[in-house]
């Protein structure tokens, strides 16, 4: 079974319970708090899903985090468990499923707004209104700006992605120009 496929297990599991005994946003930030350390750390990650390094040491290791971080509940007991299978390399997939799952569970879908230039507040909302309207879903967007799409926007939701880039237009009418010829 793949990383990803585990992890998605471990993922559900760990949301049945968050929603049953505490805070499902709490417990993935505490997720995150802990990846976010595994990531920034390259010492503590190599510590951490070595094979060479005791599962005994990473347990250790683990707790003493568990205990600093100040994680209790669901997650603590998780990144317990996965540090006693020996199974530490799984928080990275772990976080980005736990998330993908929680934003279903709350019926919420994440959405990336790309544009040439900055976007205004109100066209934000705009836009979150209407992408909310098309999907029947709360809509948590963010928004970049890349001056290479000289004009337009690029919207992706979940993994369906809406370009209305004038770059991507060009790039269409370029292509379609050599063809004629």
């Known amino acids: 079974m793949s990383g990803r496929a585990s992890a998605a297990r471990y993922a559900r599991a760990l949301l049945d319970v968050a929603v049953r005994e505490a805070d499902p946003d709490q417990v993935g930030r505490d997720l995150t708090v802990f990846a976010d350390l595994m990531a920034g750390t390259p010492e503590l990650r190599a510590a951490l899903t070595s094979p060479r390094v005791p599962t005994s040491g990473k347990q250790k290791v683990t707790a003493a985090l568990v205990s600093r971080l100040g994680l209790t509940g669901p997650a603590a007991k998780l990144l317990l468990m996965l540090a006693e299978r020996d199974r530490l390399s ?74 209305g880039s004038i770059a991507t237009q060009l790039e269409k009418l370029r292509a379609k120009l050599l063809q004629e010829t």
């Open 90 to 163: 799984l928080v990275p997939d772990l976080v980005d499923v736990y998330r993908e799952r929680l934003e279903e569970h709350q019926g919420t879908i994440r959405a990336e707004i790309t544009a040439a230039t900055d976007i205004s507040s109100d066209h934000v909302a705009q836009l979150q209104q209407r992408l909310a309207a098309a999907t029947g879903r709360k809509v948590t967007m963010t928004t970049k700006v890349d001056p290479a799409l000289v004009g337009g926007m690029v919207a992706r939701i979940g993994s369906t992605v809406y370009d």
